[in-house]
Every structure is written in structure tokens, then in C-alpha cells.
């Protein structure tokens, strides 16, 4: 993996971590704000504006690629370095949480 991908993703944004954890499988932009929305109980919102800036910056970074045009929406998913960067982002988030635990 390139490390300037690293050192820009990693640590990610909410919207990014939500977005590729939701492109594990195939999706377009608004069922994962919708599936965000569910998953957090309405606590986290991605607006279009945002939602389509990151996947259009994911997408040219490689984190995800464009799949196919369905009913002129178009569907992604993470590809091997999206999952590398996601799964660094879970062992971070993780350290985290045992970091604090002894507070």
C-alpha cells in the first residue's frame, strides 16, 4: 500500500469509515447513507454533498471502484486497498478503546 494513502485515510473520517464499511458489499451513494442512518439510529447523517466528494476521492484514491449502473445510479465497492485501510482503521479504533479502558 502507498503510504501517502495510509497517511491521508488512516485515521479516517466518520463518513469515510461508514462508507467503506458499508461497500463490503455492492451499493450505491444512497442506500449507504440510508444503511449509515440505520446503523447508528439516526445519529449520523452523510449529506449528498459529502457522500459524493468521498466516494469521487475514494474512488480515484482506490479504496473503492465503480461496479455498474443500475437504474442510472451507480454502484461501488471496496476493492483490497480500501479493505487494507479499513481494517487499520478497526485495529485503531480498537487500540483506542483498550488505551482508555484503564481510565
Known amino acids: 500500500m502507498d503510504a501517502k494513502i495510509k497517511r491521508v485515510y488512516v485515521p479516517m473520517t466518520e463518513t469515510g469509515f461508514y462508507i467503506l464499511f458499508c461497500l463490503q458489499?455492492?451499493?450505491?451513494?444512497?442506500?449507504?447513507?440510508?444503511?449509515?442512518?440505520?446503523?447508528?439510529?439516526?445519529?449520523?447523517?452523510?449529506?449528498?454533498?459529502t457522500m459524493y466528494g468521498t466516494l469521487g476521492k475514494?474512488?480515484?484514491?482506490?479504496?473503492?471502484?465503480?461496479?455498474?449502473?443500475?437504474?442510472?445510479?451507480?454502484?461501488?465497492?471496496?476493492t483490497p486497498v480500501g479493505k487494507e485501510i479499513l481494517q487499520l482503521e478497526i485495529e485503531r479504533i480498537k487500540r483506542l478503546y483498550r488505551n482508555i479502558g484503564g481510565c
Open 25 to 49: 458489499e455492492e451499493m450505491h451513494g444512497y442506500n449507504i447513507t440510508q444503511k449509515v442512518k440505520q446503523m447508528t439510529e439516526g445519529q449520523v447523517e452523510i449529506g449528498p454533498g
Open 58 to 78: 475514494m474512488e480515484k484514491d482506490g479504496l473503492i471502484e465503480f461496479v455498474r449502473e443500475e437504474e442510472k445510479r451507480k454502484l461501488y465497492k471496496i
